[in-house]
Each structure stands twice: as structure tokens, then as C-alpha cells.
């Protein structure tokens, strides 16, 4: 085997040359993979079940798929996995995989480590564990026959819920219902989406998985070999980052500096406690279920890296992040990361895509603005006065789904609210002493409305009728169990700023 290339002794302009030398791979050792991925996946399509009765029933190979970077376009010379999911009759449901997995890998096992001398490769078969969790793969090694290389492959068992259905399609949202109803652990499933993942990498110019191989090679060879035996976040949150930022970076460009994309990724890696990264290709905000989903998964701790193919896999959940930060930090000050070119610029990649609110006032149009998650909400009140040529103080305030409705505060910022996704603002313009009050009706829904201090529930009946809400004579306004008197004022009742006050009908 050739010596293990320097990187890090690689000046930046010069990462084009060092890539297509030292990492693509060569022709002979494409070939070879591929031979034993034809040898291994034609015995486990054609042989492995023949003639077995197992889980009382027949069990067919429905369809092969090729992932890990052979299938994405992305191998390294020398360096090969290979996931082989096969996709089984035997499972009709996510539960059903899940409840079977185990006696169907174990059959595999046995079927391989019997069979294995007539594929024409020396193979080692390992258990692949997360945990204590049931295995959900088989890793095979296989012993290249021309170096001392190994060519891992791991398979996979997995549902078909996709079936034929088109990659370039958006599935039908009730595939990700199911994948959310099943309540797997996080990612336990994605070999279901394998197509989709997969088609996520593959479709992407060349030149981006030229980058997508320098990370990768970045990652298992100073990160990895760095930190044996530790765990580590998994190398496709890194292929992910990638995407995102060539994407951001470069407007999705298929011209770029490699040097700029690679040192633009570690800096993503070194300022990682920020990340909150999502795609709306293959499942969006549209559907309630995985809309509340998704809401949930956005609101967890960062970095936030959602699986394109599979909302269940928040790849920044992971351990090691302070690990790749670390890393990435030495590698920036590596000739990798400097470049003699004076034109050389620098990709401009936000931790978090812009966020789209929807502003609401009454009498108003409704506004929509692209909000940087990270800007103080004061900047965007600014630009909301500026717009409406309002000249009261402005009070922000929204509410998630089942949730109660909160106020804006003008010096925090939508990510300090967890905010990171489509938002509905509504806006409303006091003016000393005018406090705010919520009134949430019997559908959860709460509006906010402005009234001074010493004005009656009456007249905050009155404000409502105004507002769209029921006749004064059909409102029943409550706070904390008790019914409000018509003429008590808000300042006897100790009503104060933001407080939430329930509106019902009569009858």
C-alpha cells in the first residue's frame, strides 16, 4: 500500500493536484470493489433464502440497493464501505423490521460464514452494535485480493416503504407519519430511505464530491486516528455539512475553489455549537404530524443536523462534536488552509438558514420576512416600524402549536425562542400605559391585545368584539378558574403585562 498522503503539508492552492493523485480511486481497486459487491450481493439475492422457510414464510429479495460512498460517487482510493441494504418481504411495517431484524441477520450470518469460501474472497463477518441496541447491520470485511486493503461492506435488512416510487418525487407524507408512529430510536430506519440519501449525494456536481472526499479524508485520517475508541459524530454529518455549505457558500455554484469549501467546512466544524441544519426536499411543514415533529426536533439542543431522508436522524445528537471542533481548529492553521492566490476569497456560511416570518397587524398587510435567526429580534421590529411607518412601541409575540403565546423580548434573538423554522408573528402598537394582554379562545389560538390598566373587562370585551371575537353578551372571560366581573378594572384584578386570559361563549 502507498504511503498515507500529507494533507496538512498541502498548500491550499494545490488541494486540486493532491485529490486527484492521492485520493481518487484508481481504476483496479473500483474494479475489485466492485467484483465483490456483484459476488456478495448475487449470493444474498439469488442463494441466501432459497428453499428457507423462516418467520413461517418465503422470503424474497425485493430489490438491492448500493449506498455508503461507493453509492454515492464518493470512495476514497483504498478506502471502501459499502452499505448493501436488502430490501425483505418479510417486513410490512417499521415494527415488524424491528422486531425481526435480529433473527434475519443472525440467518444471514450463518448462511455467509457457511457459503463464504465460494465467493473467491477471504470475508469477515462482525456484528455491528450501537449500544445495547439490537444489531441493525452485518459488517463484512473482505480482504482485497491484489494489496492489503479491506473492502467494508455492511448489510442492511430494511422495509420497502418506499417501493417504486420515484427519487426525484417528494413521498407521500404519510410515509414519515408511519416512520414517526413506529417511535424507533433516532435513525434506527434510515435504511429505509437508502434511495433517497443516496440520491441526495449522487445527484451533486463532481467537483462537490471532490470536496465531500477531502473531508472524508480529513475525517478518518487526523480526526479518527486522533481519537480511537471514542465516538465520534458519524462522517455523513459531515457530508452533510458539506452540502450545506457549498450550498450557502456558493449559491449552489459548480464552479469553486476547493481550498475556499474546505476551509469554509471547518470553520462550519469549529463554530459548531450553533448549527441548526435542515432540508424540506423529501418531508416538509406541511403535513401535522411531521410538521409538530419537526418542530420538536428543532427545538432540541445544537448542533441540529436533520437527516434529508429521515427527520428521526438528528446526526448533531451525537458525541465528539468538542472532538471535531478541536480538530478543525488545528487543521485551519495547516498550509491547507492558506493559499498563495490573492484572489482567493472566502465562502460566507451562517451556522442557520434565514427563517421565514409572517407579520401580522391588525389593519395592516400582512409582511413577510426572511429573518436571520441569529439577528436581535429588535432589528427586525426596526425594519417591521419601517415598513408600516408605525411610531408606538412595537410588541412581538408568537405561539407554537398547543403552546402559549409568548412575547418577542427586542434584545433576544428567534434561536434564543429556538426558533429555526416558518413562524407566524403577530404584531401590536402601545402606547403608555396601554399593557398587552393574551386572550386565548377555546381553541388554543391567543390574540394579543393592547388596554390600559384601569379599563374594565368590558371594555376589554368591547376591544375583542372589534377584533372579530363574539358579541360582549356572549363572552365569558376567565383567569385562573375564576370568571371576570364586568366592571372590575384590569389593575384591581392584578391583570398584568402579557398575562393570558381565557375567552368562552355562553351557552
Same mark, same amino acid.
Given at each position: 500500500?502507498?504511503?498515507?498522503?500529507?494533507?496538512?503539508?498541502?498548500?491550499?492552492?494545490?488541494?486540486?493536484?493532491?485529490?486527484?493523485?492521492?485520493?481518487?480511486?484508481?481504476?483496479?481497486?473500483?474494479?475489485?470493489?466492485?467484483?465483490?459487491?456483484?459476488?456478495?450481493?448475487?449470493?444474498?439475492?439469488?442463494?441466501?433464502?432459497?428453499?428457507?422457510?423462516?418467520?413461517?414464510?418465503?422470503?424474497?429479495?425485493?430489490?438491492?440497493?448500493?449506498?455508503?460512498?461507493?453509492?454515492?460517487?464518493?470512495?476514497?482510493?483504498?478506502?471502501?464501505?459499502?452499505?448493501?441494504?436488502?430490501?425483505?418481504?418479510?417486513?410490512?411495517?417499521?415494527?415488524?423490521?424491528?422486531?425481526?431484524?435480529?433473527? !434475519?441477520?443472525?440467518?444471514?450470518?450463518?448462511?455467509?460464514?457457511?457459503?463464504?469460501?465460494?465467493?473467491?474472497?477471504?470475508? $469477515?463477518?462482525?456484528?455491528?452494535?450501537?449500544?445495547? +441496541?439490537?444489531?441493525?447491520?452485518?459488517?463484512?470485511?473482505?480482504?482485497?485480493?491484489?494489496?492489503?486493503?479491506?473492502?467494508?461492506?455492511?448489510?442492511?435488512?430494511?422495509?420497502?416503504?418506499?417501493?417504486?416510487?420515484?427519487?426525484?418525487?417528494?413521498?407521500?407524507?404519510?410515509?414519515?407519519?408511519?416512520?414517526?408512529?413506529?417511535?424507533?430510536?433516532?435513525?434506527?430506519?434510515?435504511?429505509?430511505?437508502?434511495?433517497?440519501?443516496?440520491?441526495?449525494?449522487?445527484?451533486?456536481?463532481?467537483?462537490?464530491?471532490?470536496?465531500?472526499?477531502?473531508?472524508?479524508?480529513?475525517?478518518?485520517?487526523?480526526?479518527?486516528?486522533?481519537?480511537?475508541?471514542?465516538?465520534?459524530?458519524?462522517?455523513?454529518?459531515?457530508?452533510?455539512?458539506?452540502?450545506?455549505?457549498?450550498?450557502?457558500?456558493?449559491?449552489?455554484?459548480?464552479?469553486?475553489?476547493?481550498?475556499?469549501?474546505?476551509?469554509?467546512?471547518?470553520?462550519?466544524?469549529?463554530?459548531?455549537?450553533?448549527?441548526?441544519?435542515?432540508?424540506?426536499?423529501?418531508?416538509?411543514?406541511?403535513?401535522?404530524?411531521?410538521?409538530?415533529?419537526?418542530?420538536?426536533?428543532?427545538?432540541?439542543?445544537?448542533?441540529?443536523?436533520?437527516?434529508?431522508?429521515?427527520?428521526?436522524?438528528?446526526?448533531?445528537?451525537?458525541?465528539?462534536?468538542?472532538?471535531?471542533?478541536?480538530?478543525?481548529?488545528?487543521?485551519?492553521?495547516?498550509?491547507?488552509?492558506?493559499?498563495?492566490?490573492?484572489?482567493?476569497?472566502?465562502?460566507?456560511?451562517?451556522?442557520?438558514?434565514?427563517?421565514?416570518?409572517?407579520?401580522?397587524?391588525?389593519?395592516?398587510? $400582512?409582511?413577510?420576512?426572511?429573518?436571520?435567526?441569529?439577528?436581535?429580534?429588535?432589528?427586525?421590529?426596526?425594519?417591521?416600524?419601517?415598513?408600516?411607518?408605525?411610531?408606538?412601541?412595537?410588541?412581538?409575540?408568537?405561539?407554537?402549536?398547543?403552546?402559549?403565546?409568548?412575547?418577542?423580548?427586542?434584545?433576544?434573538?428567534?434561536?434564543?425562542? +429556538?426558533?429555526?423554522?416558518?413562524?407566524?408573528?403577530?404584531?401590536?402598537?402601545?402606547?403608555?400605559?396601554? !399593557?398587552?394582554?393574551?386572550?386565548?379562545?377555546?381553541?388554543?389560538?391567543?390574540?394579543?391585545?393592547?388596554?390600559?390598566?384601569?379599563?374594565?373587562?368590558?371594555?376589554?370585551?368591547?376591544?375583542?368584539?372589534?377584533?372579530?371575537?363574539?358579541?360582549?353578551?356572549?363572552?365569558?372571560?376567565?383567569?385562573?378558574?375564576?370568571?371576570?366581573?364586568?366592571?372590575?378594572?384590569?389593575?384591581?384584578?392584578?391583570?398584568?403585562?402579557?398575562?393570558? !386570559?381565557?375567552?368562552?361563549?355562553?351557552?
Amino acid at each position: 500500500m502507498d504511503p498515507i498522503p500529507d494533507l496538512y503539508g498541502t498548500p491550499g492552492d494545490r488541494l486540486d493536484h493532491f485529490l486527484e493523485h492521492c485520493l481518487q480511486p484508481q481504476r483496479d481497486w473500483k474494479e475489485e470493489g466492485q467484483d465483490a459487491w456483484d459476488r456478495i450481493e448475487g449470493f444474498l439475492r439469488d442463494q441466501c433464502f432459497r428453499g428457507a422457510l423462516l418467520l413461517d414464510q418465503e422470503i424474497k429479495v425485493l430489490k438491492v440497493v448500493k449506498a455508503g460512498s461507493s453509492g454515492k460517487g464518493t470512495t476514497l482510493n483504498h478506502r471502501s464501505d459499502q452499505d448493501m441494504v436488502l430490501f425483505l418481504s418479510c417486513f410490512s411495517s417499521f415494527k415488524q423490521q424491528a422486531r425481526h431484524r435480529e433473527s !434475519i441477520i443472525n440467518f444471514i450470518e450463518s448462511k455467509l460464514l457457511h457459503c463464504r469460501k465460494s465467493l473467491a474472497y477471504n470475508i $469477515t463477518v462482525v456484528k455491528h452494535r450501537e449500544g445495547n +441496541r439490537i444489531p441493525r447491520s452485518l459488517t463484512l470485511k473482505v480482504q482485497s485480493r491484489k494489496s492489503d486493503d479491506i473492502i467494508q461492506m455492511d448489510v442492511l435488512p430494511a422495509y420497502d416503504v418506499l417501493g417504486s416510487f420515484s427519487r426525484d418525487l417528494k413521498p407521500d407524507p404519510g410515509i414519515y407519519e408511519k416512520l414517526i408512529r413506529s417511535r424507533g430510536y433516532p435513525g434506527e430506519f434510515s435504511p429505509s430511505f437508502t434511495e433517497l440519501q443516496r440520491h441526495f449525494v449522487k445527484s451533486r456536481p463532481v467537483k462537490l464530491k471532490n470536496l465531500l472526499r477531502l473531508v472524508k479524508f480529513w475525517y478518518m485520517q487526523y480526526l479518527r486516528r486522533k481519537n480511537r475508541g471514542v465516538t465520534l459524530p458519524p462522517k455523513y454529518s459531515l457530508e452533510l455539512l458539506t452540502i450545506y455549505a457549498w450550498e450557502m457558500g456558493t449559491d449552489s455554484s459548480e464552479n469553486f475553489n476547493l481550498d475556499e469549501g474546505f476551509v469554509a467546512v471547518m470553520k462550519l466544524l469549529r463554530d459548531y455549537q450553533n448549527i441548526c441544519v435542515y432540508w424540506t426536499k423529501y418531508y416538509d411543514f406541511q403535513n401535522q404530524v411531521v410538521r409538530d415533529f419537526l418542530k420538536e426536533q428543532l427545538r432540541s439542543d445544537r448542533p441540529i443536523i436533520l437527516d434529508p431522508a429521515d427527520p428521526t436522524n438528528n446526526l448533531g445528537s451525537k458525541n465528539g462534536w468538542d472532538l471535531v471542533a478541536k480538530e478543525a481548529s488545528n487543521c485551519l492553521r495547516q498550509a491547507c488552509c492558506r493559499t498563495e492566490d490573492p484572489s482567493s476569497g472566502s465562502w460566507d456560511v451562517p451556522p442557520a438558514r434565514d427563517v421565514q416570518v409572517t407579520v401580522k397587524q391588525t389593519g395592516k398587510e $400582512t409582511l413577510s420576512l426572511s429573518v436571520d435567526p441569529y439577528s436581535p429580534i429588535r432589528k427586525m421590529k426596526a425594519e417591521i416600524k419601517r415598513i408600516n411607518g408605525t411610531c408606538g412601541e412595537l410588541r412581538l409575540s408568537f405561539q407554537e402549536p398547543q403552546g402559549e403565546r409568548q412575547l418577542l423580548s427586542g434584545w433576544k434573538t428567534l434561536s434564543d425562542y +429556538r426558533i429555526f423554522s416558518k413562524v407566524t408573528v403577530r404584531v401590536l402598537e402601545t402606547f403608555p400605559p396601554e !399593557i398587552q394582554v393574551f386572550v386565548k379562545d377555546s381553541s388554543g389560538q391567543s390574540k394579543p391585545h393592547a388596554i390600559r390598566p384601569d379599563d374594565t373587562i368590558y371594555d376589554l370585551k368591547e376591544i375583542i368584539k372589534d377584533a372579530g371575537g363574539p358579541c360582549t353578551e356572549d363572552q365569558v372571560l376567565m383567569l385562573k378558574d375564576e370568571e371576570l366581573k364586568d366592571d372590575c378594572s384590569l389593575s384591581e384584578l392584578q391583570i398584568k403585562d402579557c398575562d393570558t !386570559i381565557q375567552l368562552s361563549r355562553v351557552g
